[in-house]
């Protein structure tokens, strides 16, 4: 046998007995618990809140902040309006440290900081299982200026204002109101989808942007205020929906 070929099969053989320990210390270290995953000690914080009319939410997560350059991660703020008596924010456990809320009048203002300066990488929590989440009862206007947004359920009668930018997605699920005033930019893409129901949807879409409606059927009327030449609106749908659409709209 050629002498590299043994050499070959001493590695293969080494590797395999080290791996095989390696196992054993490890499973014995698992059952003794000297090894935990923070993942599982993640709550749920429930905080308070004042009564609001308008929320502005910058989801950016800045790792460094520079003269010339920035880097960030953008966290999920859900929303859900309609659904509770009372303003709560829903966070979980180990956000709480870097999470940032305050009120200017009716207006509440949520971001990430730290003693008012960007987070630094050893502040960095990663995301759980456990959402931002944001209810309320009723509200008039929502901003997103950074970071991104689910709206998971809006019910309310007086109409409602969007505001989305900033190059992310943007899902809007559950929505049930008599007029909802959504305004786009920053090449930011909107996707309304089939169980919302909208009876006046005034539009104004900037640079860039894209709205996609998955049941235009549940869209009574669409009022176009202000677009870009650049946006884009889709309609989507079954055939014989969009047939009804179309037909509604001749």
């Known amino acids: 046998m050629k002498k590299s070929n043994k050499l070959l099969i001493v590695l293969f053989l080494f590797i395999t007995v080290t791996l095989f320990f390696f196992n054993v210390l490890l499973n014995e270290q698992l059952k003794a618990g000297n090894f935990q995953n923070d993942y599982y000690k993640v709550s749920v914080k429930t905080v308070t809140l004042k009564p609001i009319r308008h929320v502005v939410y910058d989801g950016r997560v800045f790792l460094h902040q520079g003269q010339y350059s920035s880097s960030w991660t953008d966290r999920v703020l859900y929303l859900s ?57 009723a509200l008039s206007s929502v901003s997103s200026i950074g970071g991104t947004m689910n709206v998971s359920g809006v019910k309310q009668e007086e109409p409602m204002a969007l505001y989305l930018n900033h190059s992310q997605n943007f899902l809007l699920v559950g929505l049930q109101l008599s007029t909802l005033q959504l305004h786009t930019d920053s090449n930011a893409s909107v996707r309304i989808v089939d169980n919302s129901y909208v009876d006046t949807l005034a539009l104004t879409m900037g640079k860039g942007t894209k709205l996609t409606v998955n049941a235009p059927g549940h869209i009574n009327t669409i009022q176009p205020v202000q677009l870009d030449s650049t946006a884009r609106i889709s309609m989507e749908g079954k055939a014989n929906d969009m047939k009804t659409y179309l037909q509604k709209t001749q």
């Not at 990663?126 to 009862?137: G, M, T």
């Open 81 to 137: 309006v309609g659904e509770r008596k009372g303003y709560e924010l829903e966070m979980p456990s180990t956000a709480a440290q870097i999470l940032s809320y305050s009120y200017h009048g009716d207006t509440l203002f949520i971001d990430f900081s730290k003693g008012g300066q960007p987070l630094g990488r050893v502040d960095y929590v990663p995301e759980s299982s456990i959402p931002l989440h944001l209810f309320a009862p």
